[in-house]
Structure formats: structure tokens, C-alpha cells
């Protein structure tokens, strides 16, 4: 069955950039869409964006100046950039899996905490 | 922008059924999702647009909306149903994702 799994620093300084990348295996990347959703401390779930296998993205408004994110089919990968973080970036990081737009998340990674500090 | 509003808690005893109530304009027109998150853990898919169930999910999940209300209902609840759970649906007008604020269900 199809498995996500995030990579990346646990630990990213402020004002610095957060990189992630989000593995899928056991199946092909094409014909959907890929999810990053992060969730701060106590908190709930943000949705961050998404990118569709063809490259085509969309992105959270609250985040959008900062976020890149894009997508390697040949590795079957996806991954995250937020730009000049600071403190309150600080969060547990999901990938996720849509098979449209409007569709549901059905498949989820385990989560990555990256904690933004000096 | 568009806002799910839920209960910050609900607590039910062991047996009981759980009514977790998901607040939006006009969500009977949308398609709601419903995902519970156990601590430590990444949240998991139990209702798909409205109330159909993944494979996998007992039968005591259910889902319903009506006007500007959606409810997951958990039927003969049982301690292992104690979990934090999310209401999100896509806002076609703003094409954005949309999370409701969580709902913590403590099973007395």
C-alpha cells in the first residue's frame, strides 16, 4: 500500500529556510495531489498547500509569500520550502495524499517536528 | 474566508453515543471530511465526503450534514475512541483547504 514518509532538519535557525521532503512508496506519485499540513504545539491542523503531480500548486494565503513547493516525479517525491521562519513555525510537518481538489486526505505521513530556534 | 467552527470538547461515557458537530455557512453544500487524531500520532481519515467510511473504519462512525451544520456521529463509544477530532472541507470559492478547529472527545 502507498506510504508517505517526511525528511528533512529537525532543527532550522529563524529567519532561515525550512526544507522538507516528503517520500512516497509503494505506489506512483502521478494523478494527485500531494499535501503539506502542519500542526504548532497543542495546536491544530493548518493546511500549508498542495502541488499536483503535473506541477501545478496552490497555497495557504497566510503562507503563500513564503512557500514553495514542488515535486520530482522521477524520485516519486515532493517537497517543502518556508521561507524566513521564525518561532511560530515551529510545528510537526505532515505530507499528505488527495485524489482531487475537494477530496479527502486518505493517506497521511507519520509527521516530522521542526522546531525553529537559535 | 471561509470558517469551520467546532466544540472544543465533548465528553460521553463509555457505551454512549458522541455527537461532534462541525458549524460552517452553507457546509450541507459542501463535502466534509472527518479525521481523528490520537496524541502522538498523524490524524486518520474516518469520513469521507459527508458519511461514507474508509475500509477499515468500524461501523459505529457515521456522518450527516444538514444547512450550516455537519456531525460525526460515534455510536456505542468506546475508550479507544478518545482522540482529538478534525472537520475539513475544500472552499471552492477561495480554492483553499479548511480545517475546523478540533474537537476533543474524552470518554468518561
Known amino acids: 500500500q502507498v506510504q508517505l514518509q517526511e525528511s528533512g532538519p529537525g532543527l532550522v535557525r529563524p529567519s532561515e529556510t525550512l526544507s522538507l521532503t516528503c517520500t512516497v512508496s509503494?505506489?506512483?506519485?502521478?494523478?494527485?495531489?500531494w499535501t503539506w499540513i502542519r500542526q504548532s504545539p497543542g495546536e491544530g491542523l493548518e493546511w500549508i498547500g498542495y502541488?499536483?503531480?503535473?506541477?501545478?500548486?496552490n497555497y495557504n494565503p497566510s503562507l503563500k509569500s513564503r512557500v514553495t513547493i514542488s515535486v520530482d516525479t522521477s524520485k516519486n517525491q515532493f517537497s517543502l520550502k518556508l521561507g524566513s521562519v521564525t518561532a511560530a513555525d515551529t510545528a510537526v510537518y505532515y505530507c499528505a495524499r488527495t485524489e482531487s481538489s475537494d477530496d479527502a486526505f486518505d493517506i497521511w505521513g507519520q509527521g516530522t517536528l521542526v522546531t525553529v530556534s537559535s | 474566508s471561509y470558517v469551520l467552527t467546532q466544540p472544543p470538547s465533548v465528553s460521553v461515557a463509555p457505551g454512549q453515543t458522541a455527537r461532534i458537530t462541525c458549524g460552517g455557512n452553507n457546509v450541507g453544500s459542501k463535502s466534509v471530511h472527518w479525521y481523528q487524531q490520537k496524541p502522538g500520532q498523524a490524524p486518520v481519515l474516518v469520513v469521507y465526503?459527508?458519511?461514507d467510511r474508509p475500509s477499515g473504519i468500524p461501523e459505529r462512525f457515521s456522518g450527516s450534514t444538514s444547512g450550516n451544520t455537519a456531525t460525526l456521529t460515534i455510536s456505542r463509544v468506546e475508550a479507544g475512541d478518545e482522540a482529538d477530532y478534525y472537520c475539513q472541507v475544500w472552499n471552492s470559492r477561495s480554492d483553499h483547504v479548511v480545517f475546523g478547529g478540533g474537537t476533543k472527545l474524552t470518554v468518561l
Open positions: 465526503d459527508d458519511s
Open positions: 502541488i499536483y503531480y503535473s506541477g501545478s500548486t
Open positions: 509503494g505506489g506512483s506519485i502521478s494523478s494527485y495531489f
